[in-house]
């Protein structure tokens, strides 16, 4: 009894308790995982029972089971810069071969030091890079909250090509940070940008700040010399409530100030990009 007593004591300051840190109480730790008390996370490692789907205890079990692990992946994104991703998995790069385990998943990659950050005690990639990993063609959600939150910004993104020289896709990569030159929002911003330029349309800036009624506004595209401004809705914008009345009484200020302002959404971009060029020519 009083060895689970000593269990349950350092599970609640440490949140995880290594078997091979405490081998006097291995049979406590046996009963506890037997009862249901505890749970197993990894070989030897040792968790409150409910809590193994935790993003951060998995984690923080991970990083006590291997010292050398820097997070990759959606894992490192979530510590770093994007709170409201996923982790379905803890993805880690290592030095150490590991056998796969249920919930993670492990590579052997080298990553350059100037390319790894700290978080709290845990080692993970930066930002940029955590991003450029995330991301494809087709798929830029990562990068382009990386961009939006400036995480992220197109001088580092070129840094970790420079810095993974020879790593398989990384012509794909260049093409990704290539076609970030403007610094996209959203993968609807990202589209109308490459609309824009397919279309050699210039002189517009992408997330112009402005002044307006004593608010600050950042317009997604604005001719500044026309006075047009390019609002662009994302795929689920109209579900959202507040930020669908929001942009509303954001247009209205944008008017009163004698800017024109056009408007599309994410189906209008993918399925009619004729037409958003012939508009945005006509407003020109």
């Known amino acids: 009894m009083r060895t689970q007593h000593e269990v349950m004591s350092l599970v609640q300051a440490e949140g995880v308790v290594l078997r091979r840190e405490h081998p006097r109480l291995g049979d406590a730790l046996d009963r506890m995982l037997a009862s249901g008390q505890l749970a197993s996370v990894l070989p030897g490692v040792l968790v409150p029972k409910g809590s193994e789907q935790d993003p951060l205890v998995r984690i923080r079990a991970l990083a006590r089971w291997d010292r050398d692990a820097i997070f990759t992946g959606t894992a490192a994104a979530w ?13 880690v790069a290592s030095t150490r071969k590991h056998v796969p385990q249920p919930g993670f998943a492990f590579s052997r990659r080298h990553i350059a030091d100037e390319l790894i950050v700290h978080r709290n005690g845990l080692r ?32 580092t993104l070129h840094a970790v090509l420079r810095l993974s020289p020879g790593r398989r896709g990384n012509r794909d990569r260049l093409q990704v940070v290539l076609d970030s030159r403007d610094e996209p929002w959203s993968r609807a911003e990202r589209m109308a940008h490459r609309l824009l330029h397919q279309a050699g349309i210039r002189g517009w800036k992408a997330n112009l700040p ?15 010399r026309a006075r047009l401004a390019i609002e662009v809705d994302g795929r689920f914008h109209e579900d959202d409530r507040d930020q669908f009345e929001s942009d509303r009484w954001r247009q209205n200020a944008l008017v009163w100030q004698g800017w024109r302002v056009l408007r599309f959404t994410w189906r209008m971009l993918r399925e009619e990009p004729d037409q958003f060029v012939q508009a945005v020519r006509q407003a020109l």
Do not use: K
């Not at 510590?79 to 993805?91: I, M, N």
């Not at 939006?148 to 910004?153: K, L, M, P, Q, W």
């Open 79 to 91: 510590l770093s810069y994007w709170p409201e991703v996923r982790v379905d998995r803890v993805e």
């Open 124 to 155: 993970l990639t930066s930002p940029s890079l955590t991003a450029l990993d995330l991301s494809d063609l087709d798929h830029t959600d990562a990068l382009d909250t990386a961009l939006r939150t400036r995480a992220a910004t197109i001088d």
């Open 210 to 224: 402005i002044w307006v009624q004593g608010r600050l506004y950042y317009l997604d595209i604005a001719f500044g």
